[in-house]
């Protein structure tokens, strides 16, 4: 354990070079071409089998070690946004309109130097570890779920992943038990009216009047028709109806995101849409179309692997504190490998207290402290070895 640390220290500055060389070269989900090969020929040169191509675009590296033992995956995601860098670095994204706004350029640089490590390490390694580094996490249907149907979670034992979380302070591992992140659904409403002039609003059926009691009208979903006790999103994201200033609109549309952590949260909301809409619209004589499109499930961390982690985590160097924190009602696809496998993702602070402003994650001026890559690796190892090197996921290495 003690070489696992000191040789990711000494590895430091490569694992910001590469952070910065993808950061530098981002792609956006299902678009992804350069990164994947780069994923691909670190992994070939350090020796290891390597899958490329699985489940569209991702990449799967594979370490046997050099004594038999159980399987565990490690998980970085790769793919970029479409959002316009405003940070002034050095290191700033070279293509106009795409930028690593949420932190997975480190993700991917923590993993590949944790694998350098740990294949110089493999004589000692009980077991087999998969380095899983997934293509479009950011778009839905996602990559997740089409790496496991190619394979990727084959013979696995337990799976282990952390987004770095630039809200959080560096030294900070957030963690916790069950529902961690919320189920992320989308859904469009299409409002039919009947057109005409500004000037004889009584011989229309204004889709605008319309839409935005329904805007109004949804709000009563989470306020009136939800348990206080469950948490629960409905937001409209976007209202279009646009006309000269002299027309009113014949069709309006919205749309908008749902998040829930129970299934029956989720169905009763999806359904709740469809009967506002419905008695909103008839109330005006007009018509609707509704689409209701399921995103990612809620990432659920099952009990005893999250434990498991979070004592791992007291032995590594520099994590400073651990703090069990509220559900996030973000969406992340890692949900599908916990429905497959026992495992936990974990949050690993990248907020630096010198910071004058501090940015959320998808702005055009996000940012991490690249001193939170190395315990991201830190601890995605350790548990790794202690998972390995252990009869029993209670008990930790030493």
């Keep these: 354990m003690e070489q696992l640390f000191s040789r990711l220290a000494n590895y430091q500055d490569e694992m910001v070079e590469i952070r910065r060389h993808l950061h530098q070269n981002p792609e956006l989900s299902f678009e992804e071409v350069k990164t994947p090969a780069f994923i691909a020929s670190y992994h070939e040169a350090l020796g290891l089998e390597v899958r490329t191509g699985v489940g569209g675009r991702g990449v799967v590296a594979t370490l046997k070690g050099g004594k038999p033992g159980k399987t565990v995956a490690l998980r970085a995601d790769f793919d970029a946004l479409p959002i316009q860098e405003e940070n002034d670095s050095p290191y700033k994204s070279k293509v106009p309109g795409v930028m690593h706004a949420c932190?997975?350029?480190?993700?991917?640089?923590?993993?590949?130097?944790?694998a350098k490590v740990l294949t110089e390490l493999k004589d000692e390694v009980e077991g087999t570890i998969v380095f899983i580094h997934q293509?479009?996490?950011?778009?839905a249907p996602g990559g997740a779920i089409a790496m496991i149907e190619d394979g990727c979670l084959d013979g696995v034992d337990v799976i282990y992943g952390t987004h770095l979380w630039a809200t959080m302070p560096t030294g900070t591992i957030g963690y916790r038990t069950g529902p961690v992140m919320a189920a992320a659904d989308s859904f469009t409403i299409k409002v039919q009216g009947k057109g005409g002039h500004g000037a004889q609003p009584h011989k229309t059926k204004d889709s605008i009047v319309i839409g935005a009691q329904l805007v109004s009208n949804l709000q009563q979903i989470v306020s009136r028709r939800v348990n206080p006790l469950d948490a629960a999103v409905v937001s409209v994201g976007a209202f279009e109806a646009k006309n000269a200033f002299n027309v009113i609109a014949d069709t309006a549309k919205?749309?908008?995101?749902?998040?829930?952590?129970k299934e029956e949260v989720r169905v009763a909301i999806e359904q709740e849409i469809d009967r506002i809409a419905k008695g909103t619209c008839l109330a005006s004589d007009a018509s609707y179309e509704y689409v209701f499109k399921r995103g990612y499930p809620a990432v659920v961390n099952h009990k005893d692997d999250t434990e498991f982690v979070v004592n791992v985590a007291r032995k590594v160097p520099r994590v400073i504190e651990l703090e069990e924190i509220e559900p996030q009602m973000g969406g992340e696809d890692y949900s599908y490998y916990l429905e497959r496998v026992p495992g936990t993702f974990f949050f690993t602070g990248a907020l630096d207290d010198s910071w004058e402003e501090v940015y959320p994650h998808h702005h055009p001026k996000f940012k991490i402290n690249?001193?939170?890559l190395l315990i991201a690796a830190s601890l995605l190892g350790a548990a790794t070895l202690s998972y390995l090197k252990q009869d029993s996921p209670t008990k930790v290495l030493s």
Aim: charged letters at 20%; hydrophobic letters at 40%; a negative charge.
């Design 254 to 261: 919205l749309t908008g995101t749902v998040r829930t952590f």
């Design 103 to 114: 932190g997975h350029d480190g993700h991917t640089a923590s993993l590949l130097v944790l």
């Design 135 to 139: 293509h479009a996490e950011e778009l």
């Design 370 to 372: 690249e001193d939170a």
